[in-house]
């Protein structure tokens, strides 16, 4: 993350673990903004420990990437939420380091006054999540539209709301 | 009830990492059988090291643990380098050190505050005890901060670093970027000490054991990344020699292997074993706060072994100024080596203990073997032996009590069977009391 933080600017935080396929590609999309949005916002990947962002996110303004696992979904589809005004789905809380998950994590924000004060999550459906440094092509197309999304998103939206 | 068999399952033991169940047989007698049984599936890093370049080991076992991959990185570069007949630099020495104080700091504060503080009061998690105690969460999220900030420095992120390699480090940041920390250090510190004291409040069992403690150890410093490997019943041997002190073995119930002192058995790493071990090698600020707190080593409380973390931790930051304030930029920022056939080893101090990695590689560099023995493997064993020899003692209490406290036990090691979400089974199973 950007030694100058600023909580007028988005903070993107990536989840997942880049060498399980699929559930890498919170980290590839952070990647592929990184370059996009340099200097205009901050960027973190925080693998599976949720106890960091607690740390890291009061009162900032933050967009979360994730890759889930669904049923009902297919894979590489888009699904947004907002992470302060909605239940974190249980598909978002399959991340976690001790037991200590997404859910957990807003909980503990609330009780400590430590809560972004945005949270915008944009999960990704896996559809392989085995050891492989790679993304699945139907991942990778939707990598590609969620790109565009968070781009039109963060560039159409200065965080003032 | 005596004269009924029983059995009380605990589906969702949180706050140990991994995935595992506890079995324990007992009657009014005593206890006949305790099993911590990991059935996490085995994860083959040994067998998917093979074949890979040399320069990858590190960041390829970084992945074992998310809490503790500079531990991991560091015992593999080590290795590495000795087997190349690399000797790192005193500066970049001194930057591995610190690095690893970020480690000890965050890991050690996580398990503190979020895993086993909320025993101690009665709190089934961390949010729960947020609730009545923030000032304890606040106070600690600050000081893990303060330990991802070194890491994040160093190591290029907070989690998984990518920044060290064999020889030493991809880029060295400046003076300038070390000593923007040292505030933040500073502060840290002050919560620490505060933190220390709280914890030496907390209620603790009465529960005194004897273990046989290993850890590194070197004269001149608390041991983090080098040592001889020693222990409080004579062991004092050079890394080299660990297989011939240390056997695996493997046991049904568990797919961890077992680790064990050849013809000894159990034995204890981690925090008290350094603790015991390594007292005179802390600095005199960490002592005389132990000894003001009445916590001077040894400690064989297991229980207790949260003073023993938050020492640690304060401990950690007093290095980690000691290190920036004396910081002397490397040559360069690695020494370049050529591969060779050529096998090593080393053992580092993660923070949950002793952690041992040996390699062999071919002359083109690709690793052709690769063993790796991790703290909890070697502490598995003594979890066990503390729930036999404890339980008895705390036989009156009701069963939900007794219950907890197995579980409590199981956290005073903050043991990491795995690094994604699973949890653990307890089951305990009364027997009919025996009419003799």
């Known amino acids: ?161 | 009830m005596a004269g009924k068999s029983k059995t009380i399952k605990v589906d969702y033991l949180a706050r140990v990492e991994g995935e595992g169940a506890l079995y324990i047989r007992y009657d009014d007698h005593g206890v006949h059988e305790v099993q911590l049984k990991i059935f996490e599936p085995p994860r083959f890093f040994e067998a998917f090291l093979r074949g890979r370049d040399y320069t990858e080991a590190p960041d390829i076992t970084a992945r074992i643990c998310g809490i503790c991959p500079v531990a991991y990185q560091m015992s593999a570069l080590h290795a590495m380098e000795n087997a190349l007949g690399l000797v790192p630099t005193e500066p970049l020495r001194n930057l591995r050190r610190l690095l690893y104080c970020g480690e000890w700091i965050e890991s050690h504060m996580l398990h503190i505050s979020m895993l086993h503080a909320p025993d101690f009061l009665g709190y089934p998690n961390a949010v729960a005890m947020a609730k009545d105690h923030p000032e304890v969460v606040q106070r600690a999220l600050e000081i893990k901060k303060t330990g991802n900030a070194l890491v994040r420095l160093l190591g290029g992120r907070e989690v998984h670093p990518i920044n060290v390699r064999v020889g030493g480090f991809y880029r060295v940041p400046g003076l300038e970027s070390f000593q923007a920390l040292r505030p933040q250090l500073l502060e840290a510190h002050t919560l620490a000490e505060l933190m220390t004291r709280w914890a030496a409040g907390l209620p603790f069992p009465h529960c005194e054991q004897s273990y046989e403690c290993v850890a590194l150890s070197n004269p001149s410093e608390y041991p983090m990344n080098e040592g001889r490997i020693v222990s409080n019943r004579g062991l004092d041997i050079s890394v080299k020699d660990y297989e011939k002190h240390f056997r695996e073995q493997q046991v049904p119930h568990s797919t961890a292997l077992h680790s064990l002192l050849i013809e000894r058995g159990a034995y204890l790493v981690g925090p008290m074993a350094r603790y015991n071990l390594s007292y005179p090698q802390l600095s005199g600020e960490v002592r005389s706060l132990a000894e003001a707190l009445g916590f001077r080593a040894p400690c064989n409380n297991p229980f207790k072994s949260i003073v023993v973390r938050c020492l640690e931790v304060l401990y950690a930051l007093e290095e980690a100024l000691r290190l920036i304030d004396t910081f002397q930029p490397p040559d360069e920022p690695y020494l370049a080596v050529e591969p060779r056939e050529a096998s090593g080893c080393a053992a580092t101090e993660a923070p949950r203990g002793l952690l041992y990695h040996r390699y062999a590689m071919n002359e083109q560099g690709k690793i052709t073997f690769a063993k790796i023995v991790a703290p909890t493997s070697q502490n598995q064993k003594t979890i066990e032996d503390d729930l036999r020899l404890m339980l008895p003692k705390f036989m009156h209490l009701p069963e939900q009590q007794l219950q907890g406290l197995c579980e409590r036990a199981i956290r005073n090691y903050d043991p990491c069977i795995s690094c994604s979400t699973h949890f653990l089974q307890l089951h305990l199973q009364h027997e009919p009391k025996r009419i003799s």
């Open chain 1, 1 to 161: 993350m950007s030694q100058k933080e600023s909580p007028e600017r988005w903070l993107l935080v990536s989840l997942g673990n880049r060498f399980r396929g699929d559930d890498g590609v919170g980290p590839y999309l952070l990647d592929k903004l990184r370059s996009q949005l340099k200097g205009s916002a901050d960027f973190l990947e925080s693998g599976n420990d949720m106890v960091t962002l607690v740390g890291h996110w009061k009162d900032r303004q933050v967009c979360l990437v994730d890759a889930i696992l669904s049923d009902e979904q297919k894979s590489g589809e888009l699904i947004r939420a907002d992470g302060l005004a909605d239940i974190i789905a249980p598909s978002n809380c399959t991340t976690s380091s001790h037991g200590f998950n997404l859910r957990e994590a807003v909980d503990l924000g609330r009780v400590l006054g430590a809560l972004p004060r945005r949270l915008e999550i944009f999960s990704i459906c896996a559809e392989n999540i085995t050891s492989c440094d790679c993304l699945t092509a139907a991942v990778k197309l939707g990598a590609e539209r969620a790109e565009q999304e968070l781009l039109a998103f963060l560039q159409g939206d200065n965080g003032q709301s």
